[in-house]
C-alpha cells in the first residue's frame, strides 16, 4: 500500500470571515445548490457542521463518473478555519484510494480576500496516484469554492 499527498490553493475575492462563515460553518445553508446549478441537485447534512457530521451531495447526472459524494468531518477548527474530512463515497478517481482525507484551510489575504488551500492526504494499492488524477481531485475541491465565489459576489447581498 502506498500513502501520499498533495496540495494546491485557489485565491478568492471574498473575504476569509464570510467564505468561511457561509461555506464551511452555515452548513444548513443552500449555498452549494444555489452556485453549484446543474452541477451538485440536493445536499443532505446529518449533523451540526462538528465532527461526525455527513454531507451527501447527489450530483446531476451530466456529471460525470459519479452520481453521489459523501463525506464526514473529522475535525473543525473555527478558529483557525480549517476543516478535515474523510471522503465516505465519490467518483472514479476517488474509487481508486483505499482512503482519503481532505483538509481546507481558509487564510486571509488582504481585504475583501482570501486563499483557500487543500491538501489530500491518500492510501492506495500499487503506486502513487497520478499527476492528472490528483489535479482532478484538487480542481472538484477548488471548483467548488469557485462557484460558491462566484455566486457570493453576483449576490452580494445574500448570506451576508
Known amino acids: 500500500m502506498v500513502a501520499g499527498s ?37 445536499v443532505d447534512i446529518a449533523g451540526d457542521g462538528g465532527p461526525g457530521t455527513v454531507t451527501t451531495m447527489k450530483l446531476n447526472p451530466a456529471v460525470p463518473d459519479a452520481t453521489v459524494f459523501k463525506t464526514r468531518v473529522v475535525a473543525k477548527d473555527d478558529a483557525a478555519r480549517v476543516v478535515k474530512t474523510e471522503v465516505l463515497e465519490g467518483g472514479k478517481v476517488s474509487a481508486q484510494l483505499k482512503s482519503e482525507t481532505t483538509e481546507m484551510k481558509v487564510e486571509a489575504a488582504g481585504d ?20 492528472e488524477d490528483q489535479a482532478t481531485l484538487a480542481q472538484g475541491y477548488l471548483g467548488l469554492v469557485k462557484k460558491m465565489e462566484e455566486y457570493l459576489l453576483a449576490n452580494p447581498n445574500e448570506f451576508a
Open 6 to 42: 498533495f496540495s494546491d490553493e485557489v485565491s478568492v475575492a471574498i473575504s476569509a470571515d464570510r467564505l468561511w462563515k457561509v461555506a464551511f460553518t452555515n452548513w444548513k445553508s443552500d449555498l452549494v445548490t444555489k452556485a453549484c446549478v446543474g452541477f451538485i441537485d440536493a
Open 112 to 131: 475583501g480576500a482570501c486563499v483557500v488551500k487543500v491538501t489530500v492526504e491518500y492510501e492506495r494499492d500499487g503506486g502513487p496516484l497520478a499527476p
